[in-house]
């Protein structure tokens, strides 16, 4: 079991990661409109830039300085979780949207400690804002406090949905014609923590997607649980070391979205 990590530390790396997410964002979309992009492919619609790599460096770098005793786990350099709590980043989550010039996207950043994500930090490029929670206090954009959407109908509902070729594209055809039939509106985005944190602001009703890795999912779900989403994924060691599906969605709307959870399968389970 990790060391307990007291409020007041909590704190000042929570305000450490707002600033820093922030600044990496920022740095990136200078990057891109500068014609600095080189792409590299890491498989089938799977991409990687220099920007990701130096934004991870940032942040790793940076992390290092503030609060040497934390670990580092991040989507392009990897590590281990380590130290009395350590951090779960994506650089830019929504990389192709980054490349191709697609507003979604975003810089994840999660702090894992005691057990329990502690903190969840994501900037939106589209906005220019940046979103954050820390647990048990609430979820915010910007300083200003957010709330998940109390919409109790369907037929007012938006959903936004994840797909990866990891997983069965009938299962994400299954869960579109349920939306459907629901009389819900759907949106794909392509970034995950984009569209949690559009749960969490009340912007969307549902994020669902079959299987993320963990630092796609961790801040995001944790913003939006904050925000008083109903979220689900699985345990937190999984979470870390295979991924899997997420849930988050208006409480309002529970038993529409129940059949999510079953087809997301026993593995996940409510985040607390």
Same mark, same amino acid.
């Given at each position: ?28 979309? $200078? ?100 979103? =954050? ?5 609430? &979820? ?23 797909? =990866? ?28 923590? @984009? ?7 009340? @912007? ?33 060691? @999984? ?8 849930? $988050?969605?208006?409480?309002?709307? &529970? ?11 026993? =593995? ?5």
């Amino acid at each position: 079991m990790l060391a307990n990590v007291e409020t007041p530390d909590l704190d000042a790396r929570a305000h450490a990661a707002i600033a820093l997410a922030r600044q990496v964002g920022r740095a990136a979309i $200078a990057f891109r409109d500068g014609g600095m992009l080189t792409v590299e492919n890491k498989g089938l619609q799977d991409f990687v830039t220099a920007a990701d790599r130096q934004a991870e460096e940032t942040i790793r770098s940076t992390i290092a300085s503030l609060f040497p005793q934390d670990g580092f786990m991040g989507e392009e350099g990897g590590g281990t979780p380590s130290g009395p709590g350590f951090w779960v980043v994506d650089p830019i989550d929504g990389t192709t949207n980054y490349i191709r010039g697609f507003r979604h996207w975003g810089v994840s950043m999660a702090y894992i400690a005691d057990g329990t994500i502690q903190i969840g930090v994501v900037y939106d490029a589209a906005v220019d804002k940046v979103y =954050s929670a820390v647990k048990g206090k609430g &979820a915010f954009k910007d300083g200003q406090p957010i709330h998940a959407s109390s919409v109790t109908d369907p037929t007012h509902a938006i959903a936004i949905l994840g797909h =990866s070729r990891r997983t069965d594209f009938a299962t994400y055809q299954q869960v579109s014609q349920r939306l459907y039939d629901l009389g819900i509106d759907y949106r794909r985005m392509g970034a995950a923590a @984009i569209g949690l944190v559009r749960v969490a602001d009340g @912007i969307a009703e549902l994020y669902y997607e079959q299987h993320l890795n963990g630092w796609d999912m961790m801040a995001g779900a944790l913003i939006a649980r904050e925000a008083g989403a109903m979220v689900a994924m699985p345990p937190l060691q @999984i979470t870390i070391t295979a991924g899997g599906p997420v849930v $988050a969605h208006a409480v309002g709307l &529970a038993k529409q979205f129940a059949f999510l959870t079953l087809i997301a399968g026993t =593995s996940c389970v409510p985040l607390s």
